[in-house]
């Protein structure tokens, strides 16, 4: 079945310690996307990316890190991580290019439930 | 600053219709979407509006009106499946989604 699989369903991690969450998606979609969703805000955006090989960063990128090295992955990486990094995290991919129009609707995986202690 | 906003919380009747507010203020306008979620899933697509006016699907509709930077999602012949969280977000010039905090509507028998 075509979608977005992430990797793990939930973790409860020490802070200080190092962390990928693993996105994929099987639509051969150009853009996708990392938002964080906690409780009473709306999903802010970490870091997304075009197309493979290109990243950028969106609204609370700091101690995140993105790599695209191809169409399907889009892991993300928190260096050293700290209690206010506790929250769900949504990986999103869109058939978009860069100023398209159009609905570019944007589809979600299941998320990881993150737990820093 | 970029905004979007909706009512915390609603409740409604089965059966019955109720309709969701989303106003908004952005630094430009290229879309409106609805998303649905439930309680520890995934959002998922509902509606998009680009121009002004009311989109209809099925039960649902949603209209929008960008001189007031206003939008609805409008939900008919509610079922208790329809209880779910429903987010508006916004494609500002930088094409990227704006989000709201999200309606939790509670569906009563």
């Known amino acids: 079945i075509a979608g977005i699989t992430q990797a793990p369903t939930s973790q409860i991690l020490a802070a200080g310690r190092r962390m990928t969450l693993r996105c994929t998606q099987d639509?051969?979609?150009?853009?996708m996307y990392w938002y964080r969703q906690d409780l009473g805000l709306g999903l802010r955006l970490i870091h997304y990316?075009?197309?493979?090989?290109?990243?950028g960063k969106g609204e609370v990128p700091d101690g995140y890190s993105v790599s695209r090295a191809n169409t399907d992955d889009f892991p993300l990486t928190l260096a050293s991580a700290v209690p206010s990094q506790t929250s769900v995290y949504f990986c999103?991919?869109?058939?978009?290019?860069?100023?398209?129009?159009?609905?570019?609707?944007?589809?979600f995986g299941p998320g990881t439930r993150l737990t820093v202690l | 600053g970029q905004n979007i906003d909706q009512p915390t919380e609603m409740t409604a009747t089965e059966g019955a219709i109720v309709q969701i507010n989303c106003t908004y203020q952005?630094?430009?306008?290229?879309?409106l979407f609805w998303y649905q979620q439930h309680a520890g899933e995934a959002p998922t697509f509902l509606s998009y509006?680009?121009l002004d006016g009311l989109e209809e699907k099925g039960r649902f509709s949603s209209f929008l009106s960008r001189s007031k930077g206003y939008s609805y999602l409008l939900l008919k012949e509610l079922q208790m499946k329809d209880s779910a969280s429903y987010l508006c977000?916004?494609?500002?010039?930088?094409?990227?989604?704006?989000w709201g905090a999200g309606t939790k509507l509670i569906i009563k028998p």
């Open positions: 999103a991919s869109s058939d978009s290019k860069t100023g398209t129009s159009g609905a570019d609707t944007q589809y």
């Open positions: 639509m051969r979609h150009n853009a």
């Open positions: 990316s075009n197309t493979a090989g290109t990243t």
């Open positions: 952005t630094s430009g306008f290229n879309g």
């Open positions: 509006n680009v």
């Open positions: 977000a916004v494609r500002d010039s930088n094409y990227q989604l704006i």
